[in-house]
């Protein structure tokens, strides 16, 4: 299986170095897409993505996991896919909003968010502008964390929540399947607990491709 990762705002494809190596050691191929908020549009990076994606699906069966907004550089890329490039088996989107995420909307007046995170930091504050973002008609498995920051939990209150997102800004009606794991946002694409549930998720597939 060919596996395409996307990371986060305000990281690097390093951050899931666990997970990916983990992928590669069961034997999965494994791509990247890397990005820097702070010169690139939102539109420019899911551009990238697209063209990585397209050429990932010439490979052969594949999945695409994303890391908060890298989930929705995926979708977007999903949602103008040509109908000529074959859809993934399985999209994961690790800690990914599909609602506006509150702290960015109490962020996205500030100087210094505004330097980091560029046109990507105004999107996820944008209830517009995410609206424009639909879920693929892909089977997708949202993975999100529970293990809040203590500077930032007066903010969530009683809601769950990874210390970045709640639970709920990570749901939607046509995810089919939202799992919880108790790891704080930041870590979700290295975390073991995370690795297992694509790999074990991963097998089910090939499972069920051999006995086509």
Known sequence: MVVLFVHGMGRTPISATPMLWRLRRHG???DVVGYFTGTETFTEIVNRV??????????????????????????????????????????FLLGSPVTPARLAQKSQHELGFQLVSGDCGQLLASPTRLSKINMPDVPTTAIVGTRSFPLTKKYFLDEENDGVVSVS????????????VAVVHTFLPSSR?????????????????LAL
């Open 169 to 180: 800004e990570c749901a939607h009606q046509d995810i089919h399947e939202v799992i919880k």
């Open 193 to 209: 607990k995370v690795s297992r549930i694509i790999l074990d998720k991963i097998n089910s597939i090939q499972s069920s491709l």
């Open 28 to 30: 999965h191929s494994v």
């Open 50 to 91: 697209s063209l990585k994606i397209q050429e990932v699906a010439e490979k052969g069966e594949y999945i695409l996991i994303g890391h908060s907004l890298g989930g929705l550089m995926l979708r977007a890329a999903l949602q103008n896919m040509p109908l000529t490039v074959k859809l993934p088996k399985h999209l």
